[in-house]
């Protein structure tokens, strides 16, 4: 009988990912879950501290400014679970504000090794919570964590960050009625989405001058090579970040600059000259359409609040 251990998995889906994505016909893509390892982790978390990524310190505001807010909605609510927590810096707000009133747990849910031991880092200072964090996927990482559940506790899920943006607009409602059937009647969803803005302000968001996010795209190429033996030469490709008005959405690509030939172990990929590798979707809402898509998935939204210097919305979605 064949044994996987969970590191071994990961490598051959990874592997299995990128020849599909790279050998398909048409469009190549890469999943933009592989743009976090240690170093896109970095990479990242220096993004959140750009001058041109309005995104996270919108959303800081909001947990700031609304704190108690937020924790009046939360209070009965014993089990903390985050999906994708990246540092936890932003968290940090929701958990003080809530452990003031009683002790709880919180798990944080990370595919990357490197944001899980930052983000456990950042809060194990904090009095009345108990740290419990799952290397693993979102969907996979929520059952094992609600699965622990305490009698009596009712459990709320972060989803911040926009990340909900990630995944086009069927496969995020499909991802919310998932969550849903993940946890009980009462259980909330605190889930952060970026709101439509102009495009002068949107764009620098995922092409800053300083060439961070670029770095933060190519390192996926730099991923390939030195996990899966590839030769990429990084300085051949461009990072290309541009919105997709019919999907409202920015997408990021990886721009052959000529036509070249790419290996990764025994296989070959051929890209030509100016065909792209779309690595990530960060798709842009109205104000009216979290409510809708609650209403849509299994949830009611009880509360939103908006920053209104970077159009952000906090959406708090209770599960009926
Ligand atoms: C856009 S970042 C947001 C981080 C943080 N929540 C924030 O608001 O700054 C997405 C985070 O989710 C993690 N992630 C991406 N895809 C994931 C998946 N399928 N399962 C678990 N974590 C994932 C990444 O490692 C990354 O830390």
Known sequence: MLILSEETQTVNSFAMDVRNGLGQTGQKELPSK????????????????????GLT???ERILREHSDDIAEHLVAHGMVVELGSGSGRKTRQILEALAHHKSMTYCPIEISSAALVRCERELDD????????????????????VARRKPGDAVVVLFLGSSIGNFDRG??????????HAIEPGDMLLLGTDLEKPL??????????????????????????????GDFELSRFEHVALYNARERRVEMHLRSMETQTVNI?????????????????CHKYGKNEPPEIAR????????????????FAENLFVAV
Do not use: M
């Open 57 to 59: 310190r919108a959303e």
């Open 265 to 281: 172990e025994e296989a070959n990929f051929t890209f030509l000259c100016d065909e792209t590798i779309w690595t990530e979707s």
């Open 200 to 229: 002068t302000q949107l764009i620098p968001a995922y092409d800053d001058a300083l060439g961070v996010t670029g770095a933060f795209n190519r390192n996926l190429l730099a991923r390939i090579n030195r996990e899966l033996g």
């Open 34 to 53: 592989y743009l976090y390892d240690d170093v896109g982790s970095a990479l990242f978390e220096a993004i959140t501290r750009l001058p041109e990524y």
């Open 296 to 311: 849509r998935t299994g949830f009611e939204c009880n509360a939103q609040w908006v920053d209104v210097e970077w159009q």
């Open 171 to 180: 496969s995020a409602e499909e991802l919310l009625h998932k969550i849903r």
């Open 126 to 145: 904090l009095a009345h919570v108990s740290i419990l964090g799952f290397e693993t996927e979102y969907l996979d990482g929520l059952s094992k964590a």
